[in-house]
């Protein structure tokens, strides 16, 4: 067992892809006949894609047989692969690559715990897979966040205790389901919004790397 593991969020955390997630959601409301805002996106973020559409019909006032639901989950996400077909590393978020190589360069194990069953595709895209020593995304969990499955499974690969592992989230869900998996939970993005996290930060640019080291001798002396 190790005593330190570092486990990333994607979308928000590594890429910035809620946009896409946006436009292909909006263009699916529109097809039905209603809004979506940049707003109710917000809602979205860390949410599985299933629950995303609950969301999205409950806003429409739209009823779905089973048929009609399990087409436009397939569609919208046609529309997601296609706005995320030319990504590439240019959309990597704000200093993420110098907090990965850190990280590297100290032997420390990392991990992806994602929602998203498009995240080893995207990792590939911007060129990050190869630093991943394990990927939890959408295709290996039964349980959405808030649960804490997806960071148990990623500090169980990694071999970490998971009071030993940090996690870097932008979503209140991803917080949550840190805090109960007894990790320590940052915050990326608004504080007043991600206020359960343990440390909160803007982006990465204003993480300083004596702020990744001080986590790591902490967790070392747990
Ligand atoms: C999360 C996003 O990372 O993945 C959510 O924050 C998204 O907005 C979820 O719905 C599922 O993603 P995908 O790529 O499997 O549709
Ligand atoms: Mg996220």
Known sequence: ?????????LDGVIVDTAKYHYLAWKK???EL???????QNELFKGVSR??????????????ATQEQFDTWMVEKNLDYLAYIENMDSSEILPDVPRVLDY?????????????SKNARPILKKVGL?????????????????PD????????RNLRVDPKGCVVFEDAVAGIEAANRANMTSIGIGEENVLSEAHYNFKDFTEMGTD????????????
């Open 50 to 63: 299933k629950r995303c559409l609950e969301i999205l019909l409950d806003i429409g006032q739209i009823k």
């Open 129 to 145: 897979l190869s630093y991943f020593d394990s990927i939890v995304d959408g295709n290996q969990v039964t349980k959405a966040k």
């Open 28 to 30: 699916l409301a529109n």
């Open 1 to 9: 067992m190790k005593k330190v593991g570092f486990i990333f969020d």
């Open 148 to 155: 804490p499955e997806v960071f148990l499974i990623a500090a």
């Open 33 to 39: 006949g209603f809004e979506f805002t940049v707003e």
């Open 103 to 115: 990280l590297k360069e100290k032997n420390i194990p990392i991990a992806l715990g994602s929602a």
């Open 211 to 222: 702020f990744i080291a001080s986590l790591v001798q902490k967790n070392l002396a747990k």
